[in-house]
Nanobody, 128 residues
Framework: QVQLVESGGGLVQPGGSLRLSCAAS????????IGWFRQAPGKEREGVSC????????YYTDSVKGRFTISRDNAKKTVYLQMDSLKPEDTAVYYC?????????????????????WGQGTQVTVSS
């Protein structure tokens, strides 16, 4: 079955960096866009970034542009989110999700119903 497993979260000081990984299995990874989402306590889930199946298109929410970089390694069936210059407001549980359609050019801002499988999440805490 489809599985998405996030890793790489943790506690980091403001200005620090983390790299999140999303390891996928159970489906033809190359065919699908993958998105990163986050949810902070008391806040709604929001889309952070997305990468298309062919690596040609990447998307970022405005608050992370210039600080976060999404990439994918189709051979390893893994999507990465490099997070630099982290701020306390980046604190959240981060989730990766698989698009429901193959060879699809993602819509941004994302519609959550366009993603049909989600990981369990990894906690990112930015604090001094």
């Amino acid at each position: 079955q489809v599985q998405l497993v996030e890793s790489g979260g943790g506690l980091v000081q403001p200005g620090g960096s983390l790299r999140l990984s999303c390891a996928a299995s159970g489906f033809t990874f190359d065919y699908y866009a993958i998105g990163w989402f986050r949810q902070a306590p008391g806040k709604e889930r929001e889309g952070v970034s997305c990468i298309s199946s062919n690596n040609f298109n990447t998307y970022y929410t405005d608050s992370v542009k210039g600080r976060f970089t999404i990439s994918r390694d189709n051979a390893k069936k893994t999507v990465y989110l490099q997070m630099d210059s982290l701020k306390p407001e980046d604190t959240a549980v981060y989730y990766c999700a698989k698009s429901s359609r193959t060879w699809w050019t993602p819509q941004w801002p994302p519609i959550f119903s366009d993603y049909d499988s989600w990981g369990q999440g990894t906690q990112v805490t930015v604090s001094s």
